[in-house]
């Protein structure tokens, strides 16, 4: 009698499901992007994109390269308001890319609840920093490390103020959408 083996595929990439829920949360994040940007406008909107991406990144918990994948993405789609041309194609990418390193961490408290809704809102807020920072870091770059005129520290304070804001916003959107997301998706 030979010895059988059972071979099993192993996730190669985004799978199709994951490229279709990857449409529909980007699209819902321009959608409040653009909605609550209007209202709240200080120069800069708020991106809620960076909140579906991590709810997107928690759901399918993707490969670094899928993770890179989304966030370029989240970049792409951020090119359609006005802005910072290709400066969200940097951050986004970031950003991705940490939420999907931070996912990883063994980090658990002894209350499972606890543990799940600590870790998501902790994730989620470090995520939208880095990516708040990284594009403040390259606009810094582009425009006041070379002289640009205005007024830099003014600027810093309005963009630290918005980061945060929209840190803290994004950790509690995804507190709310992740877990009802997640039972009706069946992940």
């Known amino acids: 009698m030979e010895k059988r083996e059972i071979l099993s595929d192993k996730k190669a990439g985004l799978s199709l499901s994951d490229l279709m829920l990857t449409a529909v949360l980007l699209a819902a994040g321009a959608v409040l992007k653009f909605a609550v940007g209007n209202i709240i406008n200080f120069g800069m909107k708020p991106n809620f994109i960076i909140a579906m991406y991590c709810i997107l990144i928690l759901l399918i918990k993707p490969k670094l390269s899928g993770a890179a994948i989304i966030g370029l993405l989240a970049g792409a789609v951020c090119q359609f308001f006005p802005g910072t041309p290709y400066v969200n194609l940097f951050s986004e990418l970031i950003g991705a890319v940490v939420m999907c390193l931070l996912i990883k961490l063994p980090f658990t408290l002894k209350n499972k609840y606890a543990d799940s809704f600590i870790k998501v809102a902790v994730n989620v807020f470090i995520t939208t920093?880095?990516?708040?920072?990284?594009?403040?870091?390259?606009?810094?770059?582009?425009?006041?490390?070379?002289?640009?005129?205005?007024?830099?520290?003014?600027?810093?304070?309005?963009?630290?103020?918005?980061?945060?804001?929209?840190?803290?916003?994004?950790?509690?959107?995804?507190?709310?959408?992740?877990?009802?997301?997640?039972?009706?998706?069946?992940?």
């Open 129 to 187: 920093l880095f990516s708040g920072f990284s594009f403040l870091g390259l606009m810094w770059l582009l425009y006041y490390a070379r002289g640009a005129q205005g007024n830099p520290p003014a600027a810093l304070g309005v963009f630290l103020g918005i980061i945060l804001g929209t840190a803290t916003i994004n950790a509690i959107i995804v507190q709310v959408l992740y877990p009802t997301l997640k039972k009706v998706l069946k992940k």
